[in-house]
């Protein structure tokens, strides 16, 4: 079967594929008021470290393990390790992608329904009243059935890109809105700089404040890096399975993670500028760009225009991440059921749209499948809730720890580095260097998985 496998056309395809997973609604809405809470460039510094050495390391891993096996995580890791356990990080990798396109995909059509508003004016009555922002805000996502039809839309999207396949969908599509998200997001953020007071936004981030750095904050970087990268299941194998030979995978790598780190720096100036300059509360946490943004583009000269940018390119960014989740669903039925590309995605983009559903309708629709439980069962609240704790603190960083421990163990160096060194000319990979960072990935992410564990159960973390 793999012989008729489907390819990227072109390398740049595939960086603007694998960048345009990692580039999404975590690099737009989450790093720009996590860092902005948590010392600003202090807190840059730390997640840069850690998407240096924990990141790379495993966004390597994966795309040796895809293009080597060419195939998706379940059959990846049984074709390595055949008859062992393994490929329950496969499944791991799979389940995951369920768990976060449910909840992913109701984030997707809050923003399609906030670029309906903004393009009509309809942010005019909000200018400097966060009250009344945050008001629509809440009104829209505890409802029952308005945040369900956008949910649907966006889906329906992400199924209609999947289905056109890796070259003519994946590939066509990121081709076409990656460049835009950048060229967007950088009119953005020079209209941010030029703006009275914007710069004061510029230092807020650029500024390492270190007081404001806690332990936590560490731990929040390191969780987030996982995220932004899209790593931990199996995205990136996914993607990588589709590679010819001929890629330097190392390179490919750096690439995705400064397109990644670069956006979301132009996020952060893009949206901190505009805030500083009137005025508005930068460490407003998660409200920030449903919140605090719709309240104060109006503010500005043609902020009709720029707030109706603003939501497009995250819609952009946070499709084109969408499709790499539904893709490792889809290529896990294709690769080891043998099903057609259409039947599954159609079948799974359902599913995972009907169980994103209960979790819009858990933050107030009326059905919170897991109230029957009580208040706060099981790491949080609502279901919603659950679903984006449960795969950003457990499944994504115990799914990235295995991976590293699969190629220092089970694939081990000789083979790793031979696939790694196929496609680049530098034949020098030093091997002790390489599993030195995969050593020191897999130890600090455990870390952090003991962590979360300990605070589940004894109701306080070690760190932070
Ligand atoms: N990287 C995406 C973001 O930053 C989210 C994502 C996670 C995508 C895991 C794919 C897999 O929003």
Redesign the pocket.
């Known amino acids: 079967m793999s012989n008729n496998r489907e390819q990227w056309g072109t390398r740049l395809g595939f960086i603007l594929a694998a960048s345009g997973?990692?580039?999404?609604?975590?690099?737009i809405?989450?790093f720009p008021y996590i860092a902005g809470e948590n010392g600003g460039a202090a807190f840059t510094i730390v997640y840069l470290a850690c998407i240096m050495i924990v990141g790379l390391s495993i966004l390597v891993a994966e795309f040796v393990i895809g293009r080597k096996t060419l195939l998706s995580p379940v059959g990846a890791f049984e074709k390595i390790a055949p008859g062992t356990n393994w490929k329950y990080v496969g499944f791991l990798g799979v389940a995951?992608?369920f768990v976060?396109l449910s909840f992913?995909g109701v984030v997707g059509g809050w923003i399609l329904k906030y670029i309906t508003v903004s393009i009509v004016g309809g942010f005019d009555s909000f200018a400097s009243d966060t009250s009344a922002s945050g008001a629509l805000f809440n009104e829209f996502i505890t409802s029952a059935y308005s945040p369900l039809f956008y949910q649907l839309i966006f889906m329906g999207l992400c199924v209609f890109v999947i289905i056109r396949g890796v070259k003519g969908g994946i590939e066509k599509w990121s081709k076409i809105m990656m460049p835009l998200i950048v060229v967007l997001l950088g009119v953005l953020a020079i209209r941010g700089m030029t703006l009275d007071g914007g710069m004061k936004g510029v230092s807020f981030l650029f500024n390492p404040r270190f007081g404001d750095l806690s332990a936590s904050a560490i731990v929040l970087a390191l969780g987030h890096s996982?995220?932004?990268?899209?790593?931990?299941?199996g995205?990136m194998i996914t993607y990588g399975s589709y590679l010819k030979k001929d890629q330097n995978l190392l390179s490919s790598a750096l690439w995705v993670i400064f397109l990644?780190t670069a956006i979301a720096m132009l996020a952060g100036v893009a949206i901190f500028t505009t805030v500083f300059a009137l005025g508005a509360d930068p460490a407003s946490g998660p409200g920030l760009i449903f919140v605090i943004l719709p309240s104060v583009f109006p503010e500005i000269a043609g902020g009709t225009i720029w707030s109706s940018i603003f939501f497009f390119l995250l819609f952009m960014?946070?499709l084109t991440?969408?499709i790499?989740?539904l893709e490792?669903v889809t290529a896990y039925f294709i690769d080891q059921k043998g099903w057609s590309r259409k039947k599954s995605t159609l079948i799974f983009g359902s599913v995972i749209t009907i169980v994103g559903c209960f979790c819009s309708l858990s933050l107030g629709g009326g059905i919170n499948i897991i109230g029957i439980f009580g208040e706060d069962f099981f790491l949080g609240g609502t279901f919603f809730d659950v679903m984006d704790n449960l795969?950003g603190k457990y499944m994504?960083p115990i799914g990235g720890m295995l991976t590293a421990l699969f190629v220092i163990n089970k694939m081990g160096m000789k083979d790793y580095i031979k696939e790694l060194s196929v496609g680049s000319d530098n034949q020098n990979i030093n091997p002790s260097i390489i599993k030195g960072f995969l050593i020191v990935a897999a130890v600090v992410v455990a870390f952090i998985i003991f962590n979360e564990f300990y605070a589940l159960l004894s109701g306080k973390a070690l760190v932070g």
């Open positions: 997973s990692a580039v999404g609604i975590g690099n809405w989450k995951s992608a976060i992913y996982f995220f932004t990268v899209s790593l931990g299941m995205t990644d960014a946070a991440s969408a790499s989740i490792v795969s994504l």
